[in-house]
């Protein structure tokens, strides 16, 4: 029984990254082929920078991390495909910063 789930959650894992790995392919064919400007990437750099300081909402129990807004601003000047990257560009810095295997 817990090979079968280690099997599914295998699946599942792969299925996902690789999903992950299609949008970045894509997104970094579209930056390319619809020639975005670069500085896209300044805040795609800056977001996985600051993406570790996170700002508690009002009123909430909850918080809202600053690579999260640098990531909503880029998806606002310069469309999907750099929020996708700038996205994943933080991601890979949260898990640099994770202390745990």
Known sequence: MKTEKNL???ALY???AGLGMGVIGIALYRI???QTPGSWMVLAFLAAVVGSFSIKIPGM???V???DTIT???ILLFG???GAIS???DALGGSFRCKTS
């Open 61 to 63: 129990n909850g918080r």
């Open 72 to 74: 909503c601003l880029t």
């Open 65 to 67: 991390s600053a690579g």
């Open 87 to 89: 996205a994943a560009v």
């Open 14 to 16: 792969r299925s996902v």
């Open 80 to 82: 999907p495909y750099a």
């Open 32 to 34: 390319i082929h619809d």
């Open 8 to 10: 599914k959650f295998k």
